[in-house]
């Protein structure tokens, strides 16, 4: 019975997305790919765009990467809020603009 639950949702994770076009234009940078996008583009400190977030929202930072929404680079962030609800940041990671997510 395990084995075919596992088998299940194995078949359930390789399947692709419905929305592949889209992906395509959301990707997220590896910590490597985004200390050289920092330095070479010019972008906001993540771990002070991260702070920040985290001071405005009230809450505990959780993770913050680095993603391009088409041409655009944006730090998505996620906070830990003292009511136990984690919530998701996005600022636009040039000038540190909230923006809606994607």
Known sequence: MQI???LAMM???SAPP?????RA??????PSE????????????????????ARTAGGEP??????????KYVYEMALLRRDGKVV????????GKPI???
Not at 25 to 30: F, G, I, K, V
Not at 38 to 44: G, N, P, S, Y
Not at 88 to 95: E, G, N, Q, S
């Open 25 to 30: 234009a959301h990707t997220c940078l590896s």
């Open 11 to 13: 078949g359930h994770m």
């Open 18 to 22: 419905a929305l592949g076009a889209e």
């Open 100 to 102: 809606s997510q994607p």
């Open 88 to 95: 998701r940041i996005y600022l636009d990671a040039v000038d």
């Open 4 to 6: 075919l639950l596992v």
């Open 62 to 71: 959780l993770r913050s990467r680095l993603c391009r929404w088409d041409d």
């Open 34 to 53: 985004t200390r050289t996008a920092v330095q070479e583009r010019k972008l906001a400190d993540p771990f002070a765009m991260l702070r920040n977030a």
